[in-house]
């Protein structure tokens, strides 16, 4: 049975690592269920004509300060928009066309696609996506049956009577719902008759050894402090030069502020995916304030840290509470926090939760043949 995997990732990415893994670890989850995973190459229509090679238009902060980094940072942007293009066409078993909504509704003749599963991130966010057809199977090859969700989140999002409206006809698209965080999980099983269950963030679906087979050997000789910023925290960033000059550490550097190198950070924002991953493997200490930065620093059990983002602290909040870790997210840099994390019980935690999800994701996929 052939599965297509429907997400947010191949246009538009900007270094977004998160989002890249989350869809390799889908497709691999689901063929380790013994059906075969192709990623759609789609692009909505609100991406269409975003530039990922000028990233300014697409950035949170519209500030001239934070123009300058990015243009300073132009030439590592432009070698990693090479290496996830690159990873996006050798890591994956993917579609043969490149799918929009003029021809979306081909692709079950052109590819065999048999069933697709939405997800993972925040495809259902309406401030984002608004109700894109291919995030919300609202094409009609997708209708009747052959669309389920898994892990995708609805963000922190902001609905009105009319867009309520419009999410409940969308709703009745899916045969189940996989969803990645705890808000609108009661109000989905009210406005639908199907499966409804929180999940795990795909790349949870996987274990460190499977990412071990993509990720790079150790890129760093010395040993050093991983900061991967995605978004501009100063408070973050004194408190990662303070811990990384108290151990001796040197700073590896992911953030657009590429003046930190004035400061001695070495800046790595060229990192393509499978750096990232040696990147956080070999770290001695990660910083972030990164949902995903968060969870490979779990997966590698590496010491961490993650600061409060915007918009992003629901999601962190909740995953750190299955960890056992809540007190490992920061505001200020001043909170104190156990030292030493147990990750024999950590990964306890994430194997019961992995077990539930695996569950529900198979009974997802027989309900597509």
Not at 36 to 41: E, I, N, Q, R, T
Not at 103 to 111: A, K
Request: glycine residues 4%.
């Amino acid at each position: 049975m052939n599965i297509g995997v429907v997400s947010y990732n191949i246009y538009c990415n900007f270094t977004n690592y998160g989002s890249a893994l989350q869809s390799w670890a889908l497709t691999q989850a689901i063929g380790k269920l013994g059906f075969d995973a192709k990623l759609v190459d789609y692009c909505p229509d609100i991406l269409a004509d975003k530039d990922p090679l000028n990233p300014f238009e697409n950035m949170w902060d519209k500030d001239e300060e934070s123009r300058r980094m990015c243009e300073l940072t132009m030439p590592a942007i432009r070698i990693n928009y090479e290496k996830f293009d690159r990873f996006y066409h050798e890591r994956f078993d993917k579609t043969k066309k490149k799918y929009t909504s003029a021809n979306f509704n081909e692709i079950i003749e052109d590819e065999g696609i048999d069933g697709f599963v939405c997800g993972s991130d925040t495809i259902f966010c309406p401030d984002e996506f608004g109700f894109d057809d291919g995030y919300y199977a609202n094409y009609d090859c997708m209708k009747n049956g052959f669309a389920v969700a898994y892990a995708a989140s609805f963000g922190d999002p902001h609905f009105t009577e009319d867009t309520y409206k419009i999410l409940n006809e969308r709703l009745q698209n899916f045969r189940a719902f996989g969803l990645r965080e705890n808000l609108m999980i009661p109000y989905v099983k009210e406005h639908t008759s199907v499966p409804v269950q929180k999940v795990v963030d795909p790349t949870l679906l996987l274990t460190s050894a499977d990412y071990d087979t993509i990720a790079e050997d150790r890129i760093i000789p010395e040993k050093y402090l991983l900061l991967y910023a995605r978004r501009y925290n100063p408070t973050m960033t004194e408190y990662a030069e303070r811990l990384a000059k108290e151990n001796g550490w040197k700073i590896i550097d992911i953030s657009l502020r590429a003046t930190n190198a004035e400061r001695g950070h070495q800046m790595f924002y060229e990192a393509g995916v499978e750096e990232f991953l040696s990147l956080v493997r070999h770290a001695e200490y990660v910083v972030t304030n990164s949902f995903h930065g968060m969870i490979f620093s779990v997966q590698y059990r590496r010491p961490f840290v993650v600061f409060s983002r915007e918009q992003c602290d629901t999601k962190i909040e909740e995953l750190l509470a299955l960890f056992g870790l809540s007190d490992r997210m920061l505001v200020n840099g001043t909170e104190t926090f156990r030292s030493e994390i147990d990750y024999n019980a950590v990964h306890a935690n994430i194997a019961a939760a992995r077990k539930d999800s695996i569950w529900f994701l198979t009974k997802e996929l027989e309900l597509l043949q």
